[in-house]
């Protein structure tokens, strides 16, 4: 029981500690969200042609140019891309691989189900081990 009250108290801390770490990031995200869509929606409104102009100009707009539509669904700033922001910071920062230490080893089971390795265990001398998730379809 004590054991059990000790890990779940380390891995609030971790979270604790991740989170107090993270936020500076989050909110420097969260505020080139914001500016992103604050200057493409003001640089919309302000290169619209009024209607008297539009009607004097008979070109048409390009057809990559889509009309001012501002919404909640074409904003980058909106509570679900905030959520998407921050868990991936998450999984970022308690990923198991980084770049200059040593590569993760974890255990694979080979296809006869009965034996259980390390995947470093295939690596042979100096030989680079390759691993290839391609798909066969």
Do not use: Y
């Not at 390795?117 to 042979?124: K, M, T, Y």
């Amino acid at each position: 029981m004590l054991h059990s009250v000790g890990v779940h108290t380390l891995q609030l801390l971790t979270q604790a500690a991740a989170c107090i770490l993270l936020f500076p990031r989050f909110l420097l995200t969260a505020v080139m969200l914001w500016l992103l869509d604050f200057l493409c929606i003001r640089k919309k409104m302000l290169t619209m042609p009024t209607a008297e102009e539009a009607a004097s100009a008979s070109e048409e707009p390009p057809p990559d140019d889509p009309p001012v539509c501002v919404s909640d669904s074409n904003r980058m700033f909106t509570l679900e891309s905030l959520k998407a922001v921050w868990h991936g910071q998450k999984l970022d920062f308690f990923k198991s691989a980084h770049v200059g230490c040593l590569a993760p080893n974890p255990e694979v089971i080979q296809l006869d189900g009965q034996k259980r390795l390390r995947i470093l265990d295939f690596a042979r001398g100096k030989r680079p081990l390759i691993l290839n998730f391609g798909s066969c379809t």
